[in-house]
Protein backbone atom coordinates (compact mmCIF):
# COMPACT_ATOMS: atom_id res chain seq x y z
CA UNK A 1 0.00 0.00 0.00
CA UNK A 2 2.84 2.30 0.64
CA UNK A 3 4.54 1.60 -2.25
CA UNK A 4 0.77 2.33 -4.26
CA UNK A 5 0.53 5.67 -2.02
CA UNK A 6 4.01 6.83 -3.34
CA UNK A 7 3.46 6.20 -7.07
CA UNK A 8 0.19 7.93 -6.74
CA UNK A 9 1.38 10.68 -5.54
CA UNK A 10 4.00 10.87 -8.24
CA UNK A 11 7.03 10.77 -6.04
CA UNK A 12 9.53 8.90 -8.94
CA UNK A 13 9.60 5.82 -10.59
CA UNK A 14 8.03 2.69 -10.41
CA UNK A 15 11.21 1.10 -9.95
CA UNK A 16 12.59 3.95 -7.40
CA UNK A 17 9.98 4.68 -5.14
CA UNK A 18 10.03 0.17 -4.78
CA UNK A 19 13.53 0.30 -3.93
CA UNK A 20 13.45 3.48 -1.66
CA UNK A 21 10.29 2.14 0.29
CA UNK A 22 11.73 -1.42 0.71
CA UNK A 23 15.03 0.32 1.88
CA UNK A 24 13.18 1.98 4.53
CA UNK A 25 11.10 -1.07 5.34
CA UNK A 26 14.35 -3.09 6.38
CA UNK A 27 16.10 -0.30 7.67
CA UNK A 28 19.17 0.06 5.18
CA UNK A 29 18.35 3.59 4.80
CA UNK A 30 20.03 3.86 8.60
CA UNK A 31 23.00 1.64 8.10
CA UNK A 32 24.55 3.43 5.14
CA UNK A 33 24.36 6.76 7.88
CA UNK A 34 25.93 4.78 10.11
CA UNK A 35 28.18 3.35 7.60
CA UNK A 36 29.45 6.51 6.64
CA UNK A 37 29.66 8.11 9.87
CA UNK A 38 31.44 5.15 11.43
CA UNK A 39 34.70 5.81 8.56
CA UNK A 40 35.81 9.53 9.10
CA UNK A 41 38.61 10.02 6.26
CA UNK A 42 41.02 9.91 8.78
CA UNK A 43 40.47 7.33 11.53
CA UNK A 44 42.38 5.50 14.50
CA UNK A 45 41.70 1.88 14.68
CA UNK A 46 42.74 -0.67 17.60
CA UNK A 47 44.19 -4.10 16.29
CA UNK A 48 42.55 -7.42 17.83
CA UNK A 49 46.17 -8.95 18.30
CA UNK A 50 47.67 -5.86 19.75
CA UNK A 51 49.17 -2.35 18.07
CA UNK A 52 47.11 0.63 17.00
CA UNK A 53 46.81 2.55 13.39
CA UNK A 54 46.18 5.53 11.84
CA UNK A 55 44.37 5.13 7.98
CA UNK A 56 44.21 8.87 6.33
CA UNK A 57 42.25 8.61 3.32
CA UNK A 58 42.30 12.17 3.03
CA UNK A 59 45.61 12.35 1.52
CA UNK A 60 45.81 11.87 -2.43
CA UNK A 61 47.36 8.69 -1.59
CA UNK A 62 45.89 6.58 1.33
CA UNK A 63 48.36 6.85 4.28
CA UNK A 64 49.27 4.22 7.01
CA UNK A 65 51.07 4.32 9.66
CA UNK A 66 51.12 2.11 12.52
CA UNK A 67 51.94 3.45 16.27
CA UNK A 68 55.55 1.18 16.63
CA UNK A 69 56.72 2.42 13.87
CA UNK A 70 57.68 6.30 12.19
CA UNK A 71 57.35 4.78 9.10
CA UNK A 72 53.99 6.38 7.02
CA UNK A 73 52.92 4.05 4.34
CA UNK A 74 51.87 5.03 1.18
CA UNK A 75 49.46 2.93 -0.07
CA UNK A 76 47.02 2.30 -3.73
CA UNK A 77 43.39 1.08 -3.65
CA UNK A 78 41.41 -1.63 -5.66
CA UNK A 79 37.69 -3.31 -5.52
CA UNK A 80 38.19 -6.76 -4.21
CA UNK A 81 35.63 -9.11 -3.88
CA UNK A 82 31.63 -8.54 -2.75
CA UNK A 83 32.68 -4.75 -2.55
CA UNK A 84 35.32 -4.97 -0.44
CA UNK A 85 38.31 -1.88 -0.50
CA UNK A 86 41.41 -3.72 -0.69
CA UNK A 87 45.13 -1.48 0.03
CA UNK A 88 48.16 -2.57 -1.10
CA UNK A 89 51.85 -0.77 -0.42
CA UNK A 90 54.30 -0.14 -3.19
CA UNK A 91 55.34 -3.82 -3.79
CA UNK A 92 51.57 -4.72 -4.10
CA UNK A 93 51.63 -6.71 -0.82
CA UNK A 94 47.62 -6.11 0.61
CA UNK A 95 48.02 -4.24 3.74
CA UNK A 96 44.28 -3.39 4.33
CA UNK A 97 40.99 -4.74 3.69
CA UNK A 98 38.03 -2.58 4.40
CA UNK A 99 34.54 -4.75 3.49
CA UNK A 100 31.33 -2.81 2.75
CA UNK A 101 29.66 -2.91 5.95
CA UNK A 102 32.73 -0.74 7.79
CA UNK A 103 35.17 -3.85 9.35
CA UNK A 104 38.58 -3.87 8.60
CA UNK A 105 41.49 -6.19 8.74
CA UNK A 106 45.27 -5.50 9.18
CA UNK A 107 48.22 -7.65 7.41
CA UNK A 108 51.69 -7.36 8.60
CA UNK A 109 54.78 -9.43 8.37
CA UNK A 110 53.74 -10.55 11.84
CA UNK A 111 50.12 -11.06 10.81
CA UNK A 112 50.12 -12.78 7.24
CA UNK A 113 47.07 -14.42 7.62
CA UNK A 114 44.77 -10.71 8.99
CA UNK A 115 44.28 -9.78 12.12
CA UNK A 116 40.61 -7.73 12.64
CA UNK A 117 41.26 -3.93 13.75
CA UNK A 118 38.37 -1.89 15.58
CA UNK A 119 37.63 1.61 14.98
CA UNK A 120 38.54 3.87 17.73
CA UNK A 121 37.50 7.53 16.11
CA UNK A 122 38.82 10.07 14.20
CA UNK A 123 41.65 11.56 14.22
CA UNK A 124 44.54 14.20 13.01
CA UNK A 125 46.02 13.87 9.74
CA UNK A 126 49.41 12.39 8.53
CA UNK A 127 51.78 14.50 7.49
CA UNK A 128 55.45 14.64 6.78
CA UNK A 129 56.99 17.61 8.81
CA UNK A 130 59.18 20.85 7.40
CA UNK A 131 62.49 20.54 7.81
CA UNK A 132 65.94 22.84 7.49
CA UNK A 133 69.41 21.73 6.10
CA UNK A 134 70.78 21.31 9.84
CA UNK A 135 68.18 19.15 10.99
CA UNK A 136 68.48 17.23 8.05
CA UNK A 137 72.05 15.92 8.40
CA UNK A 138 71.31 15.63 11.64
CA UNK A 139 68.65 12.69 10.74
CA UNK A 140 71.53 11.38 8.14
CA UNK A 141 73.97 11.35 11.05
CA UNK A 142 71.77 9.81 13.25
CA UNK A 143 70.39 7.25 10.50
CA UNK A 144 74.04 6.53 10.07
CA UNK A 145 74.44 5.41 13.57
CA UNK A 146 71.55 2.88 13.35
CA UNK A 147 72.32 1.38 9.43
CA UNK A 148 75.71 0.65 10.93
CA UNK A 149 74.71 -0.74 14.08
CA UNK A 150 72.20 -2.97 12.32
CA UNK A 151 74.97 -3.76 9.84
CA UNK A 152 77.58 -4.26 12.40
CA UNK A 153 79.96 -2.41 9.48
CA UNK A 154 79.84 1.41 9.25
CA UNK A 155 77.52 2.75 6.89
CA UNK A 156 78.10 5.94 5.44
CA UNK A 157 74.84 8.53 4.18
CA UNK A 158 74.74 11.14 1.93
CA UNK A 159 72.37 13.32 0.23
CA UNK A 160 74.00 15.13 -2.76
CA UNK A 161 70.88 16.29 -4.22
CA UNK A 162 69.33 17.72 -1.12
CA UNK A 163 67.93 21.26 -1.30
CA UNK A 164 64.80 23.29 0.28
CA UNK A 165 62.58 21.13 -1.72
CA UNK A 166 63.56 17.76 -1.36
CA UNK A 167 65.42 18.10 2.51
CA UNK A 168 62.30 16.90 4.83
CA UNK A 169 61.01 13.84 2.07
CA UNK A 170 65.29 12.65 1.93
CA UNK A 171 64.79 12.86 5.91
CA UNK A 172 62.22 10.40 6.14
CA UNK A 173 63.44 8.64 3.51
CA UNK A 174 66.87 8.00 5.58
CA UNK A 175 64.65 6.90 8.79
CA UNK A 176 62.59 4.38 5.89
CA UNK A 177 65.92 2.75 5.31
CA UNK A 178 66.92 2.64 9.12
CA UNK A 179 63.80 0.75 9.57
CA UNK A 180 64.30 -1.26 6.29
CA UNK A 181 67.77 -2.63 7.58
CA UNK A 182 66.51 -3.55 11.25
CA UNK A 183 64.18 -5.37 9.22
CA UNK A 184 66.70 -7.41 7.79
CA UNK A 185 68.92 -7.86 10.35
CA UNK A 186 66.09 -9.27 12.62
CA UNK A 187 65.73 -11.76 10.30
CA UNK A 188 68.38 -14.88 10.34
CA UNK A 189 68.17 -15.61 6.55
CA UNK A 190 68.50 -11.70 5.36
CA UNK A 191 71.33 -10.76 7.80
CA UNK A 192 74.38 -11.51 5.75
CA UNK A 193 72.82 -9.13 2.59
CA UNK A 194 73.35 -6.26 4.43
CA UNK A 195 77.05 -7.02 4.39
CA UNK A 196 76.86 -5.96 0.26
CA UNK A 197 76.11 -2.09 1.80
CA UNK A 198 78.79 0.37 2.49
CA UNK A 199 76.88 3.67 1.42
CA UNK A 200 73.08 4.90 1.16
CA UNK A 201 73.04 7.69 -0.87
CA UNK A 202 69.86 9.80 -1.61
CA UNK A 203 69.47 11.41 -4.92
CA UNK A 204 66.47 13.34 -6.59
CA UNK A 205 64.96 11.85 -10.04
CA UNK A 206 62.02 11.50 -11.96
CA UNK A 207 60.96 8.06 -10.37
CA UNK A 208 60.94 6.75 -7.10
CA UNK A 209 63.30 3.56 -6.82
CA UNK A 210 65.46 1.80 -4.75
CA UNK A 211 69.05 -0.06 -6.29
CA UNK A 212 71.64 -1.59 -4.95
CA UNK A 213 75.06 -1.19 -7.38
CA UNK A 214 78.61 -1.84 -6.46
CA UNK A 215 78.04 -1.98 -2.37
CA UNK A 216 76.21 1.30 -2.73
CA UNK A 217 72.15 1.23 -2.19
CA UNK A 218 70.82 4.24 -4.09
CA UNK A 219 67.56 5.53 -3.21
CA UNK A 220 65.91 8.15 -5.46
CA UNK A 221 63.41 10.45 -4.34
CA UNK A 222 61.03 12.51 -6.51
CA UNK A 223 60.04 15.36 -4.13
CA UNK A 224 56.86 16.47 -6.43
CA UNK A 225 55.21 13.46 -5.26
CA UNK A 226 55.21 15.05 -1.90
CA UNK A 227 55.13 11.62 0.68
CA UNK A 228 54.54 8.88 -1.73
CA UNK A 229 58.02 10.19 -3.58
CA UNK A 230 60.22 7.58 -1.83
CA UNK A 231 60.04 3.77 -1.74
CA UNK A 232 58.93 1.73 1.36
CA UNK A 233 61.19 0.22 3.55
CA UNK A 234 59.54 -3.14 2.09
CA UNK A 235 61.10 -2.03 -1.24
CA UNK A 236 64.18 -0.89 0.21
CA UNK A 237 64.43 -4.13 1.82
CA UNK A 238 64.03 -6.18 -1.66
CA UNK A 239 66.45 -3.94 -3.34
CA UNK A 240 69.26 -4.96 -0.46
CA UNK A 241 68.20 -8.45 0.28
CA UNK A 242 67.43 -9.36 -3.75
CA UNK A 243 63.96 -10.89 -2.97
Not at 7 to 13: P, R, T
Not at 167 to 196: C, G, H, K, M, Y
Amino acid sequence: MALAAAMALGFGSPASAGHDVLRNALGLEHMDEGRAGASPQVARYNIDEGGVFVLDRSAPHPLLKFDDSPEIWVLSQARGPRGDIIYKNDLGETMLRATRLGGMTVFTTKRPAGSAALLVGPTSPLRMPTLGPVVLYQRLFQASVRATRSAQHLVEFEAPDADAYSDALIADAAVITVEAFSNLASQPDSRSSLARVGKIAFIVGPRTQAAMQGGVLTITVTPKEGIAGRPSSRRIQKAVWGR
